[in-house]
Each structure stands twice: as C-alpha cells, then as structure tokens.
C-alpha cells in the first residue's frame, strides 16, 4: 500500500509506508532490512517529499511529520543554553536547559573543559576569570562525551556566558569579549563573553 | 477567663530561658536550649523532666557540596531529626522539612553556593531555638535570627504561653507554633527595616498548628506569641553577645 | 494511631475452590466466551508530568504506564553508545481483593523490559535512558499483558521511535479448555499459561513463555489463538493513537 | 535572585518563550504577576478547573477519584477487622497513607521516594483527626472484640501542584462514598462479609445491620496558597510552587473553624493580613468543594 505523493494520512509505528526500492526513508519512517521495506516509526502524518533537482538519488522521500516528538535531547553539533553549576580549575560543569530554540524536559549535564573554552591561547585559559556558578552559557555540543556528561566547547566568537548576574544581584552588560560591568555598582567582573549579534 | 496552669505560672509568663553554646567540640557549631529549669519550680506534683525542654542542636559545615539538592548559587541545608529512641517516620521526616524550610529563610546562602550544611537536632519542638543558637555557634551567616515560641489554647478558649509538655498532655483544645524574626536593633531608628510600613517582626515565618480552632484564636495566639517572641528574641541576643565563639578558628 | 502494630484480617470469606472449572462446558463468570477478550479501554495522555502516558482498562484491570525521557541515564551508568529502557511495575494497596503492601513487582518489571526492548529503536537516543513506570490500580487478571501493551502506547504517545507497537495476550489453559484473557479468578485455577507479546504488523514475536503442562498440538492452539488476539488488540491500539494525534491538530 | 533579569537580555528574540520560562523562571513569572494573571490565563486567587468521580475504585469500600487541573490523587478505602486495644475497646483504627509512585512525577524514581510524601501523610492525619470527621466510636463491630481498621491509601497519578489540597479532598470525598460491607460472626470467631445470595438468608446474624455509611461531623477542606512579594497565588502549580517557594495552607472544616495553618518557613513572612486573606480565599474554597462534593454524590443517588 504505498502512499501517493502529496497525500497526507495518520500513521502508528510499524505500519508500512512504502517499499525502499520506490523510496528512501526520511524523520520518522526506517527500512527493514529482512523485507526491504519502509515501515513508520512514529505515529504522525506521512508525506511524500519530491527529490531535489539536483540530487543524486531521484527517489521520493517518506517522512512522519507533525509528530508528537520526544523532548529535545543533545546531539553532538546542537547549540545550547547550559547554566553553569561548578567552576574547577581544568572544567566547568554545566546543566543543559535547551537544545537549539526548545527547552529540555529534565536538564542534562554537560562539561566544558579548559582546552573548549576559547579558540586561541588555549592553555593560558583561568576557569574561574571565564564562568561562575549560575552563568548561562551558549555552548556547542562537541560529542556525546562520557558516562557523566556531554562535552562542550564555547571557542568561537558567538559562544560563551550570555547571561550573568554580579555579586549585587544584577544582570551584567557585556563590555568586551571578557568583561561584564555589573549596572548598580559599576564593578567588572571577566567572563568568556559571548558576541551579541 | 484565667486558668491555673500546674506550674503556677500566668498564662503569658514564658518559662526560664537557657542556652548555652558550643556545648560539643566536633561540631562546628552547637547550642543546648532549655526552656524550664529544674531548680525553679519545685511543684512535688509535677516531674521536673516533664516541665522541661531541651533541646541540643548541632551544625556541621558548610562542607563541600556533594549532596543532593546541591544548587550552585546557593548554600544546601539539610537537617536531621534524631528521635530520642528508634528509628525516624513520619513525623520526623515532616519536622525536618519544617525546620529545613525555616533556617533557610534566615540563612544568608548567598555566601557560600554549592555547600552543605547539616544541623543535627535531638529531642522535641522548640529546636529552631536551637538551630539558630548552633548556627550562631558555627559562625554561619544569617541574615537574621529566628524566635520560635509555642501556643497552647486551652478548652475555655483562653491563650496560654510556651506549655510544657505536662500541660500539653493535659486538655488543649488546640496548639500552635509560631516562629517570628528577632527584633530588630539599628544604629538609625529609620534604618529598620520594614516591609510595607509593617515592622518584620509581626510576620510569621513558619506556622504549625494542630487541633481545631476558631480564626479568632488563632490570630490571638499570633498576637500573643509575637508579643512573648520579643522576650525571646532580648534574651537571645543578650545570650549570644556574652559567648562570642570560644574558638577563634571557628569563625568563617 | 498504632497502626504499625496492630494485626487486621480481611473480612471476605477465603475462596472456595470452585468446581465448576473442572466441567468441559462452564459459562465464564463475566458471560463472554472462552476465545473472546474483555473490551479494551485506551486512552493516551493522562500523566501530563510524564513525557508519555497511557491508562488500559480491560475488565477489572486498570494500568497506568508513564514514559519519562530519553534522560539522563543514572550517575553511576556505564556510557553507552545506543539508549537504555528501564522498566518498573508497582502494586496499590487496594489492587487486589485483600490489601497488600503495595510494592514493586521485579519478575514482571524484567519481563516487560523484555518485551519493549526489542521494539525500541535504542539508537535513536544513544548515551540516554527511556523509563517505563507502570502502576496497577486494580488487577483483575491478565496483568502483564495489559501491562506490555499499555506501556507500549505510552511510548508511542512519548514519540519514542519503535520498529512497531507491542501488543500482548495470554491464554489459560483449565482441563481441556483454552481460556483467552484470563480474570484472576480464572488465573488462579490454571493448569497452564501461555503468553505472547508480539508485533502485529511485521508479524514477529518479541516475547513468549510457557508455564504447566502442555501438549504441542495445544501449543499450537494457543499459539494461534493468541497472534490472532494481538492482531486485532493492535488494531484498537493504532485506532487509539491515531485519535489522540487527529485531536491534537 | 534574578529580579533584574526583566530587562531585555537580548536572548528572547532566538528562543521560544518556553526556553525563557525554563531559564528565567521568575522574571517571567513577575510579568505575568504585574498584569495579575497567571501564564495558565487564571486570576491569582482563582484555584483549577476541579473534578470528582467517586467510586472509581472496584476492589476498594469507598473511593474517589480528584483532579485539581492537572493534579490527579486517587484515594480508596479498605476496612480489614482488628482487636480493639484495651483502652479503647470501643474504638477502630485510622490509617493513611499518602504515596507518590515513580508514574507521577519526573522527580521520583524507584527506590528513590519524595521526600515530601512522608509529611503529607503526616499532615493529611492531622487534618483528618483534629477536625474531628471520624468518630472512631463508629468504627466498632463487637466491643473489645472487633472493629474495623480503616486503611486510606492515597495514590498521586498526576504530582502538578497543590497535592495536600487534592490528596485531603480525594480522602475525604472516598470517606463519603464509603459502603461499610455486611458481617456475621463466623464459627471461628472472625468476622466474614455477607453478600449475594446469603444476604436475604443469612446463616449467621448480622453484625452491623444498620451502619453502613459514616456519620462526617465536619469535613475539613484546604487550600494552599503560594507567597510572592505582595502576591498570593491560590492553588499553585509545580512550576509556581518551585519558582515562588513560600507556601501557606490553610485547613477549614464546614463549619469554618481552622483545622490547620501552616506555613513551613519560606522567604515571604506572612503578616495578620497575609493570613486574613489566605483564609479568606479558603472560605471561598470550601464552598466550591462542599458544592463539588454534594453533587457528585447526589448523581451517585440518581445512579
């Protein structure tokens, strides 16, 4: 029963959506191995996606869309938003709060050690003149990292502390790639800053 | 209507105050609290223990955090209640979470994010007392001091002040405790502190009651006892200036 | 209040082991016949807290399966490339005629682990855990197979990407009768059991056991019987989910 | 905390207002307290949408079945039979039991219990004694011989806030629907269930022929409510609850005597007015649950 391209039909996980010989299996759809064909792994709407003009394959992708999705998880690659939770002297721990533009359901924990924090003169970086606890951070997911943690780097320009409150409680202005000036009392406290677009 | 109590006191009359600190030596900080002495009234009716109550607390930290419920901009408090016998249930666990939740109101976590501190209470209500004396002992910031008083409402309706535990075994209709903060002192009389034009000391941190009663009574008993918290509270500032921290060391 | 040392006793009278079961024809207390499953209730979406949930009601047995994550895997994990299912089943006071402790069943939590995992795409989520957390209110017989095919929607529900639903029956065999979704009365007077947790729609078996005294050609029986079951039970599951998601748009 | 965060951190614009509630939890929160409603479109003083089913519960002698928005509690009663204590041969026996299964809430795990549910169960006792709703006198079968142990068990299926207020109503709403089975004294001594066909013609007589509901006395209904600054937000969500973390829950029986204050610390002190008007929305709730309640138990008459 394959689908016509452009019709857009309910589908639960298992059913089958095509045959891998017609199509390939986009979000959502796999092929199984045993039969050849593309079964649905998520209950959503399939549809039909024309190749591209250019593209070496010319079958028509399959795809579940406007699925209910499982929360936003880390992938090596995703931009975050991490809240600081522990500064040591060779890394910071970190609380990942949203993956990309969505907020986690429950925080995953992350790490950026010293040699991620900043593109150049990597081993003169102080931990402890870049974040504090509680800073929130735009970082890069650099891969799955260990049991603990993801591993992530703040070294390009656009990463690093976005949001930080000074020791009067205030949310700091950033005045330079590593310094934040707190606006009641004036005093500047460094931070690996990141660049506002 | 007056009452007689079995101790001869007046309604409004608090038993003897006692603390002493740094009653334990590998604590950081500790306190002994008594309300009641054993040498003022000497009633052949009564047991003496049962008229009294003390309370030892003790504090330990701020420890590196590695607890849960560590949180990174603040300082942890956790607190144990020892019972004086057996293992600790239901209560115990709820006491905690009262005592917990009340400390922390008048701890200043701010200072030192991402450690915990434990207080360690043994024996019966009145532990705030304690707590804050410990808290005092171990040099820990507070932003304030905490006074907790007791309230027993006895079945004619009338308030009566810090019941021991003799009284609250007799008849009460109902009994309620109140912890207020200490009253303030400043060098500036314009410098104390107000939250909308009403003086901090009237607002109640932790209310925990237990029997029925009118709203009436109770907000009688919240008069009476923020009245009798101020005694409390003279009595523990004049306590903690005369023993500064023994131990030099001590102090953070 | 003691309670804690008090002893106390249920007042409904001890069973009486019935007779009736051992005649080749008796008529199922609840009127249906010996190859007809209870009508199933399901509904997606109850525990909002949770990142999937479902509730089942066949007959007298009530299941509510939750579905947190992918999360992060406990502390003390070793790191794993591909994701990790955990399961648990627990018991209310009140589930069964007389109050028990309610507490967590561990044989079935690993059965019901064993009957998802191999439904799951665990790539899908590598280095996190999915947790499967089932709560019996009331069980009124057939349990795990309730269990296995509620917590299967669940994970549907979450958008946990599966190779397809688990949908799972079990037959009682009594004498020479083969009783389909079995009550705990019916249960309790078994000579045999017999369940299955299969995927309809690539027609593979995930799970099967076999307790007492069978013959093949009862086996085979069964066997058909159940697949056939699970087939249809599918059925009402996709149905269901379907119109939790033609709702949501 | 946070406060100052208000101000435009230039990070709103490339993230979805839910990533800016996770990560600002309070400054959001401040915004909508200014316009006075909450980001669920409810007034402060406005408790959820409230539903009760009673009877929910096969297996059990009395149960209900409460949602406060999306807080679910599932109550049931069992009665088993006991030997009065010597002091009391009159007398039965109270038990309740609050419990939070991992299904309810992200926080909880197997082998990893809230910490809160002890001192629910804890509260819910003492809501339930000191209002005085059961006179355990009724409880009795045959003096200092039997009674019955009424065990209360309180599931939470759904934890979103509030749950002391839903696990109260569900416990005393099963209470109302409870059906106290009919018994004889057996040969043995022990006290058996008369059902079905033994009903008309029972072997034995029977024990407790005409009590088969309690006698409620005053049932106690509650509300909590969370403090902010000047704000008082009625029946708090989880996320309200752990963002604003002074909590007040007041307990008022039917016939509006205080059961209950209590107020476990919190950073807000709560002023004679503060209480005032905590107890004040209290009355009005207890009208809404009594109300709540009557009617589902008189659609259970209709039934």
Redesign the interface.
Known sequence: MAIETGEETLVTPGEVLGDSSDLIAGRGAYVAHHNGKIYSSLTGRCSIVPPLPGSSDQKPKVEIVGHKAHGAVPEPGSVVIARVTKVMAKMVSADIMCVGPKAVKEKFTGIIRQQDVRASEIDKVDMYLSFHPGDIVRAVVLSLGDARAYYLSTAKNELGVVSAQSIAGATMVPISWTEMQCPLTGQIEQRKVAKVN | MEVDRIDGRTPNQLRPLACSRNVLHRAHGSARWSQGDSTSYKTAIVNTKERNTIILAAVYGPKAGTRKGEN??KASIEVVWKPRTGQS???E??CE??L??????ICLLTVH??TTTSVIVQLLPCAINASCAALVDAGFPLKHLAVAVGCGLSEGGSVILDPSKAEEELKFQ?Y?HL?F?NSSLSVLPEGLPH??G?P?E??????????????N???CC??RAQAASAKISEFLRRSLQSQLPSDPAKAL | MSTAATTTYSPSPAKKQQTIFKDLDWVRSDGRGFQQCRPAFLRTGATSAASGSAYAEFGNTKVIVSVFGPRESKKAMMYSDIGRLNCNISYTTFSTSIRVQGSDNKEFSAMLHKALEGAIILESFPKTTVDVFALVLESGGSDLPVIISCASLALADAGIMMYDIVSSVSVTCIGKNLIIDPTSEEEDHRDGSFLISCMPSRNEVTQLTLTGEWTTAKVHEAMELCIDACSKLGDIMRSCLKETASTLQ | MAEKATEKTGMEGEMEVDAYRRLFPLPFYERHLLDSLRPDGRPLSRSRDTSLSLGAVSSADGSALVKFGDTTMLAAIKLEVMTPSKESPDEGCLGIEFHMPPICSPIVRPGKPAEIAPVISKQLEDAILSSGLINLKELSLISGKAAWMTYVDIYCLNADGSLFDAALFAAVAAFSHLQIPLVSLSEGGRVITVSGENLDNPAKELVNKDKRNLTLHSIPFSLTCVLHKNYILADPTAEEESIMETLLTVVLDSSSQLISLYKPGGSVLAFKTTVQDCISHTRKRVKELQKILSEALSDMEID
């Open positions: 990174p901009e249930g239901k209560s666990k709820e979470l009262i917990r939740r009340t400390l922390q109101s994010p991402n109902a309620t912890v903060l939250v909308e009403k901090v009237d607002g109640i941190i932790t209310s925990v009651t237990h029997g029925a009663m009118s709203v009574d109770y907000l919240m008069e």
